[in-house]
């Protein structure tokens, strides 16, 4: 009776990964995109979410006091994205040459990996707080404020890593839809603590912190019987063999490290810039936009991650017509939500602007009313950019597609940023973001060459 369950279980996994290689393109990207697109959006909403409770019911300073820790916070989500994007990317390619036991092995590794990253990064955390605040421009009230919010959620890291790279694997393993739900699961209970802990028991940034890490915990706990049981082709297995492909799934997934750790870099930045000429008050102005670009680029991801794990089992199938479809209707969805993302932005800026913050906060209001007025021109070519990255990710072309995560991620924005407020002035550093996505296009553009999916998959 068992080996017929088995038997059965595994004629289901191969039924969903064979979906991937010969069913309806337009099926299968609805399948994967629009979950991750949810997905992604679920992941926004726990940092929007606490934006909006502590704007609204904590107050302006302690929101910028969020965003200045908030370049070490994406330094710990970029290791854990950098290793569970690259090895899903690895398992998909498995998956696709129907080789399910690599696939678990490379899994049971990098949760490895994952488990002994958040270990040091947790001890980190809580052994020098106060100095990685003072680092990243705490200054006076600031630094107990930020110093709060990361000892909180320094405790929850491993929930954060386990709950992210079990996602990745979920959609490899052709359940989109269970990782969507575990995401959107995380959202339900980030939203319901947040009003207990900061709306009603008045629990400051501590309670805010606290609702996204037991939120994540929750999710990391929906997903996990999937690796556990007999439930699909990936699950936990005592890892075996030589550990090799470890660095190359690092390699392959450094495109995403870039992207998030250097998003923390020009925050950073512009944290810098503005407690050198305004004060927090211009923190909080950019926090608040700081929030609405991000919730727009994450639809952005979870259409690139979406293909992805489609582009790279396709790839391993070697089906080069349905990876140039899946590419281009990812493209199409992107620069359709960049446009309507933009006109959302250009009509209802001081609404949208205003869910953030109370109504006294009127110069900070203005102020961020003016950065989207000169930053919106960045969705469109981010949409472009960012489908490109995903592609190349999928197709296991790490080296481009890190070049493009690096240049528009770190090398242009930082470069720009500095001259464009040197010679310029402040608020013309904001200028050097739409620029930067203008120059990684055409950038990206030269790299796409000699690598379409008939040419690679010729090589």
């Not at 606290?210 to 936990?236: E, Q």
């Amino acid at each position: 009776m068992q080996s017929k369950t088995k038997s059965e279980s595994n004629l289901t996994e191969q039924t969903i990964n064979q979906r991937m290689i010969t069913g309806k393109i337009s099926q299968e990207f609805v399948r994967f995109a629009v979950p991750s697109v949810f997905g992604m959006l679920a992941i926004s909403s726990a940092i929007v979410v606490d934006g909006i409770f502590i704007g609204n019911f904590v107050g302006a300073i302690p929101l910028a006091s969020v965003n200045i820790v908030m370049p070490f916070i994406t330094i710990v989500w970029g290791i854990i994205l950098m290793f569970s994007s690259g090895s899903a990317v690895i398992a998909g390619k498995y998956l696709g040459e129907n080789k399910p036991n690599k696939a678990c092995d490379i899994f049971s590794k990098t949760a490895v990996i994952v488990f002994l990253a958040m270990v040091l990064l947790t001890i980190i955390s809580f052994c020098f707080t106060e100095q990685i605040a003072v680092m990243l421009g705490a200054k006076g009230e600031t630094v107990a404020l930020s110093t709060d919010y990361l000892r909180v959620l320094a405790w929850f890291y491993l929930g954060f890593g386990f709950a992210v790279l079990m996602n990745f694997f979920l959609r490899i393993d052709g359940r989109p839809s269970y990782a969507f739900f575990g995401l959107l699961s995380t959202t339900i209970v980030n939203i319901f603590l947040d009003y207990i802990f900061v709306a009603r028991f008045d629990w400051g940034l501590k309670g805010a912190a606290l609702a996204t890490g037991l939120a994540f915990l929750v999710g990391m706990l929906i997903v996990l019987p999937h690796f556990i049981g007999h439930y699909g082709s990936i699950k936990f297995v005592r890892p075996k063999g030589t550990w090799a492909e470890i660095p190359l799934a690092a390699f392959n997934g450094f495109s995403e490290f870039l992207t998030e750790t250097s998003a923390g870099l020009i925050v950073l930045m512009f944290n810098w810039i503005l407690i050198t000429h305004i004060g927090s008050m211009g923190v909080a102005a950019f926090t608040v936009v700081d929030y609405l670009m991000y919730f727009s680029l994450l639809v952005f991801y979870g259409v690139g991650e979406g293909i992805s794990p489609l582009i790279s089992v396709n790839f391993g199938a070697r089906k080069p017509s349905r990876i140039s479809t899946f590419f281009k209707i990812g493209l199409i969805i992107n620069l359709v939500i960049a446009s309507l993302a933009t006109i959302a932005l250009l009509y209802w800026t001081e609404d949208m602007v205003n869910i953030f913050l109370n109504e006294e906060d009127a110069e900070i209001i203005n102020l961020a009313t003016k950065i989207v007025e000169i930053i919106w021109p960045m969705l469109i070519f981010a949409a472009v950019n960012i489908t490109l990255t995903g592609y190349l990710t999928g197709m296991q072309c790490a080296k481009q597609s890190a070049l493009i995560a690096l240049a528009r991620s770190l090398v242009l924005p930082v470069l720009l940023v500095f001259l464009f407020w040197k010679f310029f002035g402040f608020m013309y550093a904001f200028y050097a973001l739409p620029i930067s996505e203008v120059c990684v296009f055409i950038f990206a553009l030269f790299l796409l060459k000699g690598r379409l999916p008939q040419e690679l998959i010729k090589n």
